[in-house]
């Protein structure tokens, strides 16, 4: 980590003071370089180096999820505050931060603790504020200065690998999706839902999809009707959703945009395994199928019997290709090209939406889930 000691050496030499790291100790007496580590990973291997450990927490630490809040204020501070490549990504990774270790290291341990960094997928917050890749290149600048041109947020080589098998298994379709894109969530950083949670929600999906279908054929279903054929539906319902079943005449746009939700209740099956498979997006799901796969199963004790959820990394699969799907049609509708050839663009974003939401993505409620490409 030689860049890292050249900086720190200048670092302590210079009588500038350092910038304020975002709720971070400052340099702690007794000497060494104070590093603060934000690790995506859960299982963040064993610090197999002289150090001295002065915090460190996981989530379930209430004090990290507002540290971490306000580390990404402090990112998007910094500079002239243009949303710019390192910026965005470094924000994205403290979203999914799920270790935060402040310790003090030797400059003769810099190169086992970069070592250490990239095995437990870490940015390093120096105290001169800048935001370095475990290499010790800079992605973020307190100063304002250009980053290093080769700097990059780390990813897991199982994020790397499914990002190669997605752009292979697209390409076999004829559909080229450019190589900039950055890889995702992966196994290591996943903290995935429930099975009761899918229940739920495939529950609540499927009472406001049939609410909408119904209101659209002009023959709406009552709620009480709906709650005796699904019980578990109104422990489930979003706000938004108990929002829109109370509403006795919805318009079109919100009707419509609730009939979209059989697409990800069809997912959610596919994720606890009711459903033998989630084909290509070319097309709508079989709607009558999504219902009848729910109604069997009555409540969620009676999916919780059935369920055959699939692993996570098959879940992570699709998350990965309707993600890159979910670029080529937004691009597609702003460089006015049309529609991509063989994908139906509506249920990419509904399934992008379900996935993000089964990963967890920015730890958002289903009615806050975003879909950024």
């Known amino acids: 980590m030689k860049g890292l000691l050249t900086r720190l050496k200048a670092l302590t030499g210079s009588s500038q003071a350092p910038a304020p790291a975002p709720a971070a100790p400052g340099r702690v007496e007794g000497g060494g370089v104070l590093v603060n580590a934000y690790c995506t990973r859960a299982d963040v291997p064993a610090l197999d ?3 001295t450990l002065h915090s460190r927490r996981d989530l379930s630490d209430p ?4 540290h971490l809040s306000g580390f990404v204020g402090y990112v998007l501070s910094r500079g002239n505050g243009e949303m710019s490549r390192n910026r965005y990504h470094a924000m994205r990774h403290i979203q999914r931060v799920q270790q935060h ?3 003090s290291v030797d400059e003769s341990q810099l190169d086992a603790f970069s070592a250490w960094a990239g095995r437990a997928n870490a940015i390093v917050f120096l105290p001169d504020g800048d935001i370095r890749d475990p290499d010790g290149r800079v992605l973020l600048s307190a100063s304002g200065q250009e980053p290093d041109p080769e700097a990059a947020v780390p990813y897991p080589e199982e994020a790397w690998q499914r990002k190669a098998r997605t752009e ?3 390409a076999a379709r004829g559909i080229t999706v450019p190589s900039h894109l950055p890889s995702l969530v992966c196994e290591p950083e996943l903290r995935p839902r429930t099975p009761q949670e899918l229940a739920g929600r495939a529950f609540a999906l499927l009472a406001v999809a049939a609410r909408a279908e119904s209101v659209g054929t002009g023959e709406p279903l009552s709620t009480g009707m709906l709650f005796d054929r699904l019980p578990s539906a109104p422990a489930s319902l979003s706000s938004a959703e108990q929002a829109f079943l109370a509403d006795d005449a919805p318009d079109e746009s919100t009707v419509a945009q609730f009939v979209w939700r059989y697409e990800c209740l069809f997912v959610l099956e596919w994720a606890l395994g009711l459903a ?9 799901c079989d709607v009558p199928l999504a219902a009848r796969l729910m109604l069997e199963a009555r409540d969620t004790e009676g999916v919780m019997r059935a369920m055959k959820m699939r692993s996570n990394g098959e879940i992570l699969d699709a998350l ?3 993600y890159r799907l979910h670029w080529l049609v937004r691009q597609a509708r702003l460089k006015d090209q049309g529609p991509v050839q063989g994908v139906d663009a509506g249920v990419v974003l509904e399934r992008h939406r379900v996935l993000n939401w089964l990963v967890r993505f920015e730890d958002s409620a289903w ?6 490409t």
């Open 49 to 51: 180096f002289p150090h």
């Open 276 to 284: 033998d498979a989630l084909p290509f997006p070319s097309a709508i």
């Open 63 to 66: 004090e990290l999820a507002p």
């Open 320 to 322: 990965d290709v309707h």
């Open 367 to 372: 009615d806050d889930v975003d879909t950024p």
């Open 101 to 103: 270790l402040s310790l």
């Open 168 to 170: 292979a298994l697209l």
